[in-house]
Each structure stands twice: as structure tokens, then as C-alpha cells.
């Protein structure tokens, strides 16, 4: 469609039908006006795999195996690879998928900086290097929106804690945010042309990002020219009047009070009382449209998509290769020796059951897995731990199976202490071991230094 038939279609919508296309009417959905043909438009998090299905209102996966996709690499072993290519073919794999499973927007990616070691979500992130991040978003982004799907760049911006993380006002001073924090957004709007930038939770000089004049209006769309759609992050939200007039264009939540949520019932009171001019609603929805239009939803010409291919399996095996990072190898044990038989192999879940995503966003469903322990015996190794790491695992899916889910958290259990005996009894028994350990983190929660 030209612009003027998106003028036109916008024209004949009543105030309750933009609204509805301006905020959630799912929890990851809004709501589409079915007498013009304009669909609902659906997001899912990512980037390590499109996420899996949950109910319209609650937060409970639906539980089927329909859902289940490719096991994609977290954006930091995309990035410690140093290579656009990777990020590109993993970002062309996340768009397909996203719309093999009928998406037409992937959260993804997250290029907030790795301030602290301690952030629950570092490894949805690019690493602490600027420029490192700002080469590796273009691709990414490039290759997700290939396929007739939105990428949605996040966390915008300085978004380097989950501890209060709602609350906390960041203090930054202009240089430091505009030469660290900003260049990768930067790079993604202005070399990437990324469609769509999700709004931070946090606060920034007082204001929340997802509202803030000074980030949305000054710097996203006066400085760099972005002219794609804002979305604010889940609950991110906080103000009727500074949502309706400081840039955000869609607002989305965690609960199911659709009706109320503040660029829902709230703006269309200030709407009606001529607080807020009609005209501000007619541009988020203007955006929203012509995002659809790229998007080919208007038109019914649109790429399906497809996912759990296995050529797309190969590829990120061959790029997980080439992103691990081997920190220290005294004696040359690695690669172990073709005369190397044996393995006595420890680490309990980090052994047995593959870590294939952190909790809240990244909360994904990989059709398969491999674990250490499996992969070792594919290649040919003998556990001389075997019974220990059974013993472990029988534990472990009983834990497992009188967990109370919830996306935010995650089951573990504790692998015995290793004590003299073992030790003695597997240098005796085979030529080496290998210890894992693993490590969950996700959104809402950061790391202590305990920990």
C-alpha cells in the first residue's frame, strides 16, 4: 500500500479500534479490526529460539510440541565468535522460525552492555564492548527481518540491572551515554534499519525509558531519524500522559486488565476530555500500519516461514564451534588425545541436562537437546561416572517433576559433594576428567556476589 491508502484506512477507524492496536489485548497480541482486514499483530521474545506458546491471558505454556524450535546461540556466544556473518545467519534462522510459528515481530536483540558481571540477563546480551555490539547488531537484525518479520532492538536504554529494575533512575552522564550505551541502538536504526525498539524498564534523569521525551522523541527519532514503531517492555509503563505524549506507540503488559492498561481506557479519557489531541493516537497507529505494510500483513502477500530445519540445526552447531573461548589449557589436554577412552565426568545438571535457556524472556523450547554427557558417549567415551550421574539424574527429574513452574525460576538440585574416595576411585578408573559447571540466570534477578 502507498501511504496515502495507509492515510485512508486510518481515516476510517473509530477511537476504540486505534486504541486496540496501540496496546495489548493479549499478552503478547494486540487487537486487530477485522471488518478493515487489519490483523492482530503477535510478538515473541528470542533471540536463543522463538519462544514457547503461552494461554492469551495467563502466564501457563500451552503445552504442546507444535511450539518447539530451533536451540539458537545466546547473543553473547554470538558475539564472542567476531563474526557479522554468524550473527546474520542466526538472525536470518530466528526471523524464519518467528514466522513459521506465525509471528510478526521477535524481541529481539538485546544489546544492553555487560556492565556487571552480576546482570541476570548478560547472556542475552552482545558483551561490554560498543563497538563490538554495534557490528554485530546490523547483521542480526538484517537477517530476522529478511522474512517479513520485525526485529524489536532492547532494551533502549542503559538497562544493565534486574535488580529494581522498574524502579532504579540510572545515572549517566551525556558522553558516557552516547559513546557506551547508545552506539549499538545507533548502529541498528541507522545501518541495520531496524523496524521496531523496545522502550527499558528502568529510569533515566527521572523519567522511565519507555516514556522519555528526551530518549524516544529526542534522541531515537530527532537525532537518528528512526521513523519505526516503539514498544514499551512488559509492565513497562507507568504514565497515561507522558506514554500518550513521549514516543512510545504500543504498549504492552503482564496482566490480563487489557482495558486498563494506560494507552487503553485511560488515554481514551483523555482523549475525550481534549487532553491529549486525537491527532497523537492517529501517529502511533500511522506507524503501526506501516509497519504491517512492510510487514506484507495488508496485503496478504507474506513469506510463511518455517522452522526445526535441519540445515538451520547444522549451521548453529558449526557457529557454537566457533564461539567457544578456551580461557586456559596447561599440559595441551585439550583436545583430549585420541588415546583418551575414559572419562569420568562430574557436574551433576551441568552433566546430565542441557541449559538451553534462561528464565522470563528467554524461556524457550528446543525441539532436542544434546547434553555433555550424551554427546560424549555419542563420540565414542566411556563414563567411568555413569552410575553417579544416573543416580543424579533420577534425582533430579523427580525434583523436577513436583516443581511448581513458573517462567521466572528454574528447578536445581545440588550434585553430592565430591569427596576423597571418588576422586581416588576415578584417577585409578580413566584417563581424565571433566568437570561442568552450569549456570541459569534470566530476567528479574541478578547474580550475588556469593555466587
Known amino acids: 500500500m502507498e501511504r496515502e491508502q495507509l492515510q485512508d484506512l486510518l481515516a476510517r ?31 515473541s ?14 502466564w501457563f505454556d500451552i503445552g504442546t510440541s507444535g511450539d518447539q524450535t530451533s536451540y539458537l546461540l545466546s547473543n553473547t556466544a554470538v558475539a564472542a565468535t567476531w563474526n557479522p556473518d554468524i550473527a546474520y545467519e542466526g538472525g536470518k534462522i530466528l526471523g524464519k522460525e518467528a514466522r513459521g510459528r506465525g509471528k510478526d515481530m521477535i524481541l529481539a536483540p538485546g544489546i544492553n552492555l555487560q556492565r556487571t558481571p552480576l546482570c541476570g540477563r548478560n547472556f542475552e546480551y552482545m558483551g561490554e564492548d560498543p563497538y563490538l555490539v554495534s557490528e554485530m547488531v546490523v547483521p542480526m537484525v538484517k537477517g530476522i527481518e529478511e522474512n517479513d518479520v520485525s526485529s524489536c532492538v532492547k532494551h533502549f536504554a542503559i538497562n544493565n540491572q534486574e535488580t529494581n529494575r522498574l524502579a532504579v533512575d540510572v545515572n549517566v552522564d551525556e558522553r558516557a551515554l552516547r559513546e557506551l550505551y547508545l552506539p549499538g541502538f545507533k548502529a541498528a536504526v541507522q545501518k541495520g534499519n531496524a523496524k521496531a525498539i523496545m522502550g527499558a524498564y528502568n529510569k533515566w534523569n527521572g523519567t522511565h525509558c519507555c516514556h522519555n521525551n528526551e530518549l524516544l522523541n529526542g534522541i531515537l527519532r530527532d537525532d537518528w531519524g528512526f521513523d519505526g514503531v516503539v514498544v514499551s517492555d512488559w509492565g513497562g509503563t507507568h504514565d497515561t500522559m507522558e506514554a500518550a505524549m513521549n514516543g512510545l506507540d504500543m504498549e504492552m503488559s503482564v496482566t490480563d486488565n487489557f482495558d486498563e ?88 545438571a551441568g552433566a546430565m541436562q542441557t541449559a538451553t535457556a534462561g528464565t522470563g524472556a528467554e524461556t524457550n523450547y528446543p525441539a532436542y537437546a544434546v547434553s555433555i554427557y550424551q554427546g560424549l558417549k555419542n563420540a565414542g567415551f566411556t563414563i567411568t561416572t555413569e552410575n553417579r550421574l544416573q543416580a543424579y539424574d533420577e534425582e533430579y527429574r523427580k525434583g523436577f517433576l513436583d516443581f511448581e513452574y513458573t517462567p521466572w525460576d528454574h528447578f536445581s538440585l545440588e550434585e553430592p559433594l565430591l569427596d576423597e574416595e571418588t576422586i581416588d576411585a576415578a584417577r585409578e578408573s580413566t584417563d581424565t576428567a571433566i568437570y561442568v559447571i552450569r549456570r541459569i540466570a534470566g530476567e528479574g534477578k541478578d547474580r550475588k556476589v556469593e555466587q
Open 261 to 348: 492498561y494506560y494507552m487503553a481506557n485511560p488515554l481514551k479519557k483523555l482523549v475525550l476530555d481534549g487532553v491529549v489531541p486525537e491527532a497523537v493516537v492517529d501517529e502511533k497507529v500511522l506507524r503501526i500500519l506501516n509497519l504491517m505494510n512492510e510487514l506484507h500483513m495488508l496485503d496478504g502477500d507474506r513469506y510463511q516461514g518455517s522452522y526445526n530445519d535441519i540445515e538451520d540445526k547444522v549451521k548453529m552447531l558449526e557457529a557454537a564451534r566457533e564461539s567457544v573461548v578456551l580461557l586456559k589449557n596447561e599440559n595441551q589436554i585439550l583436545p583430549l588425545s585420541p588415546e583418551t577412552r575414559t572419562v569420568a565426568l562430574f557436574g551433576g
Open 13 to 43: 477507524l473509530t477511537l476504540d479500534e486505534k486504541l486496540g492496536m496501540i496496546h495489548g489485548n493479549e499478552l503478547f497480541r494486540t487487537k486487530g479490526v477485522e471488518r478493515l482486514n487489519i490483523p492482530p499483530f503477535t510478538t
Open 45 to 58: 521474545d528470542g533471540p536463543m529460539g522463538v519462544r514457547k506458546d503461552y494461554e492469551k491471558t495467563k
